[in-house]
């Protein structure tokens, strides 16, 4: 049975670990290795989930293999867990694929950022109103890769299907104010991982997406502790852990100018220094170099040091 809105809203003050799609040797998703991680990481303490994300390769999966990986996330996972499946497109292929996820029996749809050239604010507004009527299930759509006003901001938490919002803007003042003119029932969720965890929780956001914590959930975890008690300085020692992996994340890999380019194979990368599967990706993304992979492994070990030092 899938999640109320409200227990939609109530998982979605956490953390929230991407299911990152496992591939063989000939780019076929091996659904064991997925079905394997989601075990893991539900076992380390972590509740929500989001399959068929950013970091999911979202982009490079056909629909069909959406709607498989979130059925296989929804079906290895207790019922307690939250399951949020990604969505985006056109308004008819996003509503079609809303329905098919809500078939699989997801809890919610991460609208991905929109991803047309040119967008506008009351557009992307009714593009949000369709998609919550094709479907029962809540929306937290991802704030990403354009500018947009604090009024949009807070029109967006009025529209009947949003739960919450995935921010994912480097302008924590921004974020202030969208939380300030929005509705209070609406949860605020850093999309910035645990780098801006810290900052954007000051502003009012009650949860934040896993960058490292999406292979060493503890982290995570206790960086959520520690911002639910107000413990700041733990909270900032924690932060600083996740810095250099996350940096790391940022780079442009070799032969390329483009940043954050090595972000999905860099976790990957983490993935399987955990013990869970990783493994390579698909175009347009690139695996990591051999330098690139030995800087992951060494900075790796150092996360590996620092974890047992602060949290044992």
């Not at 056109?90 to 329905?99: F, G, I």
């Not at 029996?105 to 506008?120: F, K, Q, S």
């Not at 960058?211 to 900032?236: M, T």
């Amino acid at each position: 049975m899938p999640l109320t809105s409200n227990e939609v809203a109530e998982r979605l003050r956490g953390v929230a670990a991407g299911l990152l799609t496992p591939f063989d040797d000939d780019l076929d998703i091996q659904h064991d290795k997925l079905a394997s991680n989601a075990e893991s990481l539900y076992a380390d303490g972590i509740r929500t989930f989001l399959a068929t994300a950013n970091i999911s390769e979202y982009h490079s999966l056909s629909e069909r293999e959406r709607v498989a990986a979130a059925e296989t996330a929804v079906e290895t996972l207790p019922d307690e867990a939250c399951v949020l499946a990604g969505v985006g497109g056109s308004t008819a292929d996003a509503r079609a694929l809303a329905r098919k996820y809500e078939e699989a029996g997801v809890d919610a749809m991460m609208v991905m950022p929109p991803d047309h050239t040119y967008v506008h604010e009351r557009g992307l507004l009714t593009y949000y109103r369709k998609l919550g009527e094709a479907t029962d299930r809540p929306l937290v759509p991802y704030v990403k890769g354009f500018d947009p006003s604090v009024e949009y901001l807070g029109d967006l938490t009025r529209l009947d299907a949003i739960v919450g919002i995935k921010y994912a803007l480097e302008d924590p003042v921004k974020l202030g104010a969208g939380i300030a003119v929005g509705d209070d029932d609406v949860v605020w969720v850093d999309g910035l991982a645990e780098p801006f965890a810290v900052a954007f929780w000051a502003e009012g956001v009650e949860g934040f997406s896993a960058g490292v914590s999406n292979f060493r959930p503890e982290v995570g975890l206790a960086l959520f502790d520690a911002l639910s008690a107000g413990d700041w300085e733990r909270a900032r020692e924690l932060r600083d852990v996740c810095l250099p992996y996350q940096n790391f994340r940022g780079g442009t890999g070799e032969r390329n100018q483009v940043p954050a380019a090595i972000s999905v194979p860099a976790v990957k990368k983490g993935l399987d220094c955990a013990g869970l599967y990783g493994g390579t990706v698909r175009e347009p993304i690139e695996p990591l170099s051999a330098a690139d992979e030995r800087r992951a492994e060494e900075l790796y070990d150092q996360l590996d040091d620092e974890i047992d030092r602060l949290i044992g």
